[in-house]
């Protein structure tokens, strides 16, 4: 873990610029930020059609089960797909990072002891 | 052996099992980790089990049940906002405040804030949420006591909120958050099992298919094909555009409430890292999504086997929806015996679900109590933790007593609308202050103070000239009329207003620290100085 003493700021000014942090937080924003926004709209949408697009939603698709419950149960479908698919990220893509940013800062004399 | 005598002996016997819980947990709570945050000793799969505990209310349970059982599929649309909000806490909130904070929700604030109106702000956003949160479970306890047990009388209802309340007193103020949270572990448990055995006997009814289900709702509700779509109960025909913006406007105060409501923000401290609270929101989504799975089937389930009308007839909220689905089902599978029997378990775990939430409601609330206001604002952070759990233990005793004085005077009056209120609430001032102060650089005070006031101003300003406060038939005073605010939900309003508070609150004031962000920004990602767990 490299940081540069000789650069200004705190410790924790230069642990935020140091390559590994940077990367962190890209990986973290770039999975975090875009499925927020994909997951607010995919309901968003759900609620705007069952407000103003009654007749598609009560289209029968096979018996008695209509495109309200399928688009209903999508919405669970698609919470649990993004929770596993988060987790699987956060394991694979950010854990192994934050924990050798976190051996280093917690091994830094400079950092205060909490 | 009646259904009412049963339905005690099990509720006693969940009182019994639960305060030698708290008896234990007493014994095992020395310090303010112990109270607050029970030690940060929780694996992720019990807290998961406690988050689904804390967060599976009266009103998810009875309250989606029955608008499904009365208004078919737009109940379903409650459920779904309140299982899609936890993607929000799962991306963006759980494991950064637990790796920032301490205690309480207004420690991540704090943390590169000027603590005093920081911490006067989110103290009072969250006793107002968990008060609201509190005074709606506590009068719907009083309201299940008469048409479960059949306690007509004002007497009857009134001592069932004061034992709620003695009760969850009692949790709290000796047990901390490990009695609390062992409380919520075993009624998550109690529930689901409870509204599995209803499900799968209810579908076994219907040869396991769901549209034989599904049909049968539909006949026996009176309103054929629309009662299996949209429209009966949010955003009806009547109501024209007001009525699909209402319903706009609840969506997203249910979506995005979750992530600000202290009691299940606290949850996130009683884990020893980021990764345990990254499971524990894993299990809480598993879990919730699956109850919220069975109260399709109990809601549908009611309206077949029970009917609308008997059920309406009933309670007029379709609150007892659940328990008379069980009981009827209970017959049809296993005689009178088995009738009484299912009605009497179903009964004594609506009362253990009330329990448990009102517990975590009253945690939130005398946490930030004793460690926002009493520790860090009066005494200026100089209060020892002992003197500190002293003040939290105090604050339960004297909150708890508030919501059951409030609760007996509310009892007769409509307060349904309170939970969609903690939601807004702490979407529109809770949630635009804690994102911004784990995301945006620039945040300061000014516009954590901005948001919090702005957001639960604007919400709560908008309710009170909403027909749900006055000017309609279920309003809270249905003899006046000063309501000119169309719309039952604030949301959409008062959550872009909190929202842009926050930012015109930053902007306004020249206060900025970055270094302080840099702290937080590292420590939130890396868990770098993360508060660890305690071991005795």
Redo the contacts between chains.
Sequence with gaps: MAIDRQAG??V??R??SSTE?QE??RR?RR??FP??AA??AW??L???L???A?GF??TKI?????V??VF?LL??VS??L???L??RH?ERSL?PI?DG??TA??SDGE?E?? | MSHETLAVSLFLLFVAGTLLITVWASRHTKDATDFYAGGRSFTGVQNGMAIGGDYMSAASFLGIAGLIALYGYDGFLYSIGFLVAWLVALLLVAELLRNSGRFTMADVLAFRMSPRPVRTAAGVSTIAVSIFYLLAQMVGAGALVALLFGFTSEFAKAATIALVGALMIVYVVFGGMKGTTWVQIVKAVLLMGGATLVTVLVLGKFGFNLSTLLRDAADQSGKGGAFLEPGLRYATEAQGLAGKLDLISLGLALVLGTAGLPHILIRFYTVPTARDARKSVLWGIGIIGSFYLLTLVLGFGAAALVGTKEIAAANPAGNTAAPQLAERVGELVFGEAGGTILLAIIAAVAFATILAVVAGLTLASSSSFAHDLYAHVFKKGKATERDEVRVARIAALVIGAVAIVLGIFAQRLNVAFLVALAFAVAASGNLPAILYSLFWKRFNTAGAVSAIYGGLGAALFLVIFSPVVSGSEKALFTGADFSWFPLENPGIVSIPFGFLCGWLGTMLSKESNPAKYAEIEVRSLTGAGAEKATHH
Excluded: C, H
């Design positions: 700021g705190t924790y000014e642990f935020q942090f962190l937080r973290f999975f975090a499925m927020t997951f607010l309901y968003l759900y609620v705007v069952s407000g103003w009654r939603m009560g096979v018996g008695e089960i209509n309200a419950l209903g919405q669970f919470t649990f993004i929770a596993w988060y987790s956060a854990d934050a940013l976190r800062v917690e950092v002891k909490p």
